[in-house]
């Protein structure tokens, strides 16, 4: 069964900067890939990265393109999530998601089909404040 815990949300001013980290179990990890979620309230899940089972590709939403930065090392079975120069509207509930089946994506549309199709960490907690 695969597990995925979530560490690192918190309470941050704007401008700073948090990592999210993701530890994974059950499966081989290196052989899929993995991406991080987010899902505000009142509002639906929405995709943020994606990184490919190698680490070599990366998938961004264009709201936190150049901003956030996705990567994984498959030796301690963990995916990051650098975050920075976070703004209010980046407040939301981010989940660490494990693709069931595939190791990457053509592109970042692709990629958010992860969405339909991927185990699911409980959810950390993000709020930046002004």
């Known amino acids: 069964q695969v597990q995925l815990v979530e560490s690192g949300g918190g309470l941050v001013q704007a401008g700073g900067s948090l990592r999210l980290s993701c530890a994974a179990s059950?499966?081989?990890?290196?052989?899929?890939?993995m991406g991080w979620f987010r899902q505000a309230p009142g509002k639906e899940r929405e995709f943020v990265a994606a990184i490919s089972w190698s680490g070599y590709n990366t998938f961004y939403a264009d709201s936190v393109k150049g901003q956030f930065t996705i990567s994984r090392d498959n030796a301690k079975n963990t995916v990051y999530l650098q975050m920075n120069s976070l703004k209010p509207e980046d407040t939301a509930v981010y989940y660490c998601?494990?693709?069931?089946?595939?190791?990457?994506?053509?592109?970042?549309?692709?990629?958010?089909?992860?969405?339909?199709?991927?185990?699911w960490g409980q959810g950390t907690q993000v709020t930046v404040f002004s």
């Open positions: 998601a494990a693709d069931r089946s595939r190791g990457s994506y053509h592109d970042t549309s692709d990629a958010q089909s992860m969405l339909e199709d991927a185990y």
């Open positions: 059950g499966r081989t990890f290196s052989a899929y890939a």
